[in-house]
């Protein structure tokens, strides 16, 4: 609250829908930075833990099948990250931050949005639909794509027998961490979507 009244105070704005404008910032921006982290890291240790159950199952056939609902993940196991895979995954955050801000951020993006789901929609249903796949389904295609081209020479070394057991295992943190932040990323450009969305409709 503090911070929607000071952002609505500092942009010293007139306008009818100030407040909207203000809420619809401090919340696009908490979600990009604050949330996008914590999602991510949540996911990561799901990811890990089931990697991790998967490859229990494979070798005992016994053992418990992995389950996404498992409320208390095992820790992960530690990853001293390579210099190499620091600067990507800064990379990566810089540029999932500043792509979720200049969508969803500009308050006019948010009217846009709205506008064009109602525009190409029958209705509720199928505007929740038409928001799925345009904010869900394409990026999560686009991403898989570019993961398959950032770990295709690893894995093709590992499938030629090249890689060792710590290499195996850092491509194997590596590629959760890659699908784990694509599953935050798209759950924090839904849930900008879904906030930008009650406040045009609702201030």
Not at 21 to 36: E, K, R, S
Not at 144 to 149: A, D, E, K, P, R
Not at 166 to 172: F, I, V
């Amino acid at each position: 609250m503090a911070a929607w009244i000071g952002v609505a105070f500092l942009r010293q704005s007139t306008d009818r829908d100030a407040g909207a404008i203000a809420l619809n910032l401090v919340l696009v921006w908490l979600l990009a930075t604050v949330g996008l982290t914590v999602v991510h890291r949540g996911m990561y240790r799901r990811f890990r833990d089931n990697a991790g159950q998967q490859s229990q199952v494979a070798r005992d056939q016994n053992a418990p099948l992995p389950s996404v609902f498992d409320p208390s993940p095992r820790p992960t196991p530690r990853i001293v990250w390579p210099w190499s895979l620091r600067v990507r995954h800064f990379l990566i955050y810089l540029v999932g931050i500043v792509t979720i801000l200049y969508v969803f951020a500009p308050y006019s993006n948010q009217i846009a949005i709205v506008r064009f789901l109602l525009a190409n929609s029958a209705g509720r249903a199928s505007a929740g639909s038409l928001s799925a796949l345009v904010f869900g389904f394409v990026p999560m295609v686009t991403l898989t794509v570019l993961i398959g081209l950032l770990t295709r020479r690893q894995m093709k070394r590992r499938d030629a027998g090249l890689l060792d057991a710590d290499g195996k295992a850092l491509l194997d943190a590596e590629t959760s961490w890659l699908f784990s932040f694509v599953a935050a990323f798209i759950a924090i450009m839904f849930l900008c979507r879904w906030a930008g969305g009650m406040i045009v409709q609702t201030l």
